[in-house]
């Protein structure tokens, strides 16, 4: 049964730094398009950030370029997303998505992690 | 930046049709696809293609692209459909992943 659980989500402070971890199993990261989307608390869904199948190329949002940085282990089969200069606004339920193509849309999702970023 | 504008909420009676809009920037050449969400559940992808159905939705479920405006209907809709539906936009030319601004469905 394809599996996507997230983790290392938390309470941090303004300007802090956090490292989502998404582990995936019953398939393989390196194959598919890999996202992060995000809530905030009573919010539409948000598209964060995306890793193509080449492992290269990544691009994020504008509300997240230049503090967020997407990546990947296929040793671990694992997705990860690095989270810097963290804002009150970046406040929200962290979810790693999976694309087989870009005609797919996201099959699969996790639980989600919640991140809260508050003095 | 791209934007997706859905109405904020619908209602709909047990057993009638519920027509959720997405509308964008010449999304009609670019891929649709739908979510349903319910309250503390993750997204379920219920339309992907414009218009295709994973398997496991039902057939109620269908979806059309044109122009401007994305539409998912649900025919014969049943209570369990009401959730929040949001809409996404996928690109590989800009490249784009934008979700639209979300619907809640009530079923009367």
């Known amino acids: 049964e394809v599996q996507l659980v997230e983790s290392g989500g938390g309470l941090i402070q303004p300007g802090g730094s956090l490292r989502l971890t998404c582990v995936a199993s019953d398939f393989t990261v390196s194959s598919n398009y890999m996202s992060w989307v995000r809530q905030a608390p009573g919010k539409g869904l948000e598209w964060v950030s995306i890793?193509?199948?080449?492992?290269?190329?990544?691009y994020y949002a504008d509300s997240v370029k230049g503090r967020f940085t997407i990546s990947r282990d296929n040793s671990k089969n694992t997705v990860y997303l690095q989270m810097n200069s963290l804002r009150v606004e970046d406040t929200a339920v962290y979810y790693c998505a999976r694309a087989y193509d870009f005609w797919s849309g996201n099959t699969d999702w996790g639980h989600g992690t919640l991140v809260t970023v508050s003095s | 930046s791209y934007e997706l504008t859905q109405p904020p909420s619908v209602s709909v009676s047990p057993g009638q049709t519920a027509s959720i809009t997405c509308s964008g920037d010449d999304l009609g050449n670019k891929y649709a696809c739908w979510y349903q969400q319910k309250p503390g559940q993750s997204p379920v992808l219920v339309i992907y293609h414009d218009h295709k159905r994973p398997s496991g939705i039902p057939e109620r479920f269908s979806g059309s692209n044109s122009g401007n405006t994305a539409t998912l209907t649900i025919s014969g809709t049943q209570a369990m459909d009401e959730a929040y539906y949001h809409c996404q936009a996928w690109d590989s030319s800009t490249p784009l992943f934008v979700f639209g601004t979300g619907t809640k469905l009530t079923v009367l």
């Open positions: 890793i193509y199948s080449d492992g290269i190329t990544t």
